[in-house]
């Protein structure tokens, strides 16, 4: 047993699988850059893990299949990561997909691929679609952003949110977040923002109305940033720290955003490499253990999250997925739910999901499947199924804890 399940065990918890509610898709470990702490070793030479169509196809079957089923009370979300998801040739077929399902979809961007050749009407088509944008952006200065990801990001990460704000992106608040935007952002980068007062919300063709719909109808769209410490250290107070960028972006750059997640770097594959260069994972991971703290248990993303890789294999996070642990058909040893117990401890893929038109048809699990569903029991078949854990999932519940949405406490 790993000291991460010895920890839990000792203040009497155990991870299972709930109703599955995010649906998370890498499409591939090609990116357009090449950060130090990539948890999945992403960058422009990566071109053979790409998930290719017939996989993505799967996908778009096996969501829809959970959505037409109503198949749990919070609404179904995609959520597309990568690399660079959107280098990916089935990304747009993947978000069309969803949304002619109404499934919400999120889109984790890294902002510089806006401008990568070829993706120059890339920003139009998630407005146009409602995708929301988790973008990441590690520090609102320069000189850190630059050292994580590379010279030059800073800049075209600006660039990139102005783009962005100009096609209402960021301009509404999500309840409960920090308070509203005092004014729209400048259009160029260190052009004065425009202050509004209350006095014209809710008309018709004012800002504020394109504020509420965004330049597409609808309702705003969601544009979020993802902040990660630059050192070997937790990150700090989430609500304190999205103040400071809303402040330091707004004045500096006239960039509005909706909210900010703080997430913890896992000390895993390229990062735990960088931290060992400069002797500091010992520490780093020590610091995550000491930090242990168990009320962040009930909030972990893998609960309801499943994770699909590029090559169609199922995963409890992506993590686990930057791990190399899927999630196995159980070999029938009584921990683990009756549906898993009937294959051979080989890595799930999206295709076992399936009922028909897959690699194993109609099967026994297939069938177990839709008697699940059919007996109106929410389910995959993965509920109620263990989770798999390492010592890596310190870095999940240290502090305040941290999920790719953020801290969970
Ligand atoms: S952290 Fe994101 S942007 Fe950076 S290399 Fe990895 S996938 Fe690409
Ligand atoms: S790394 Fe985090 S999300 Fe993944 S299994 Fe461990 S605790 Fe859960």
């Not at 102005?162 to 608040?173: A, D, E, R």
């Not at 769209?221 to 720290?241: I, R």
């Not at 009937?342 to 076992?352: A, E, L, Q, S, Y």
């Not at 699940?372 to 199924?385: A, D, K, M, Q």
Request: include cysteine.
């Amino acid at each position: 047993m790993n000291s991460f399940e010895q920890k839990i065990q000792s203040v009497g918890c155990q991870l299972t699988k709930g109703p599955i509610e995010v649906l998370q898709v890498n499409l591939g470990k090609l990116c357009n850059l090449a950060c130090v702490h990539c948890h999945v070793e992403a960058g422009p030479t990566k071109t053979r893990e790409n998930m290719n169509r017939e996989t993505a196809e799967a996908v778009v079957r096996f969501m829809g299949r959970l959505k037409v089923r109503a198949y749990c009370n919070t609404p179904l979300r995609l959520d597309l990561t990568g690399g660079a998801p959107e280098l990916n040739p089935s990304f747009r077929y993947l978000v069309v997909e969803a949304r002619k399902r109404d499934i919400h979809v999120i889109d984790r961007c890294n902002l510089t691929v806006l401008f990568v050749p070829g993706q120059e009407d890339l920003a139009e088509f998630l407005a146009s679609r409602k995708v929301e944008i988790i973008a990441s952006l590690p520090c609102y200065l320069k000189e850190n952003v630059d050292k994580q990801r590379g010279k030059g990001v800073f800049d075209e990460s600006i660039k990139a949110l102005q783009m962005l704000n100009g096609l209402g992106y960021g301009k509404k608040p999500v309840p409960g977040t920090a308070g509203p935007p005092a004014r729209l952002p400048a259009r160029q980068a260190g052009e004065a923002g425009t202050g509004f007062s209350n006095l014209s919300r809710n008309v018709p063709g004012t800002v504020d109305d394109f504020e509420q719909k965004g330049k597409h109808g609808g309702p705003p769209l969601q544009l979020n940033l993802v902040y990660n410490p630059v050192g070997p250290h937790l990150p700090p107070n989430q609500e304190d720290l999205e103040k400071d960028y809303k402040e330091r972006l707004r004045e500096d750059w006239g960039i509005e955003f909706n909210k900010l997640y703080a997430i913890t770097n896992m000390p895993i594959t390229r990062y735990a490499k960088y931290l060992k260069a400069f002797n500091q994972y010992e520490t780093y991971t020590q610091l995550l253990i000491n930090s242990f703290n168990p009320a962040t248990l009930d909030g972990l993303m893998c609960r309801n999250t499943l994770s699909v890789s590029w090559d169609g294999r199922l995963y409890d996070c992506d993590f686990n997925q930057a791990l190399g642990m899927p999630i196995r058909q159980a070999q029938g040893n009584g921990e683990r739910s009756r549906t898993m117990q009937m294959r051979n401890g080989k890595p799930m893929t999206i295709f076992d999901l399936l009922f028909t038109g897959t690699r194993y048809g109609r099967d026994r699990f297939c069938n177990l499947l839709f008697m699940n569903l059919s007996r109106n029991v929410p389910g995959t078949g993965l509920e109620g199924r263990r989770i798999e854990t390492g010592n890596h999932c310190f870095g999940c519940t240290a502090g305040a804890g941290s999920s790719c949405q953020g801290t969970l406490k």
